[in-house]
């Protein structure tokens, strides 16, 4: 994780659709079977299960207080106004 935090920036994993997590964590699975050690295949594929799982989790947790999932976006790409609520709401804290 420190090495993807240095390369991409703190945090920017939990802004991955869960669907490329699980795409890249099948990708490292072949790598290991096929016996690529270049990397450690194994690692990075648990970091991706563990990156899908966290999505979808924060996802069943918006849904269940009636807030957009996490990857949705206004027209411009920006966050919404919904969204940034519901980050305030999941995290504790108020907006007005």
């Avoid at 659709?17 to 290991?32: N, Q």
């Avoid at 919404?80 to 999941?90: C, D, L, M």
């Amino acid at each position: 994780m420190a090495r993807g935090e240095a390369l991409y920036g703190k945090g920017t994993w939990e802004k991955i659709p869960k669907d490329e997590h699980l795409a890249h964590a099948t990708a490292h699975l072949t790598k290991y079977e096929e016996g690529d050690t270049t990397e450690d295949h194994l690692a990075h594929a648990a970091c991706r299960l563990m990156g899908a799982l966290n999505v979808d989790l924060l996802d069943q947790i918006r849904k269940a207080l009636g807030i957009n999932p996490a990857n949705s976006k206004d027209t411009d790409g920006s966050d919404t106004g919904q969204q940034k609520k519901g980050r305030a709401k999941i995290r504790g804290k108020h907006t007005t």
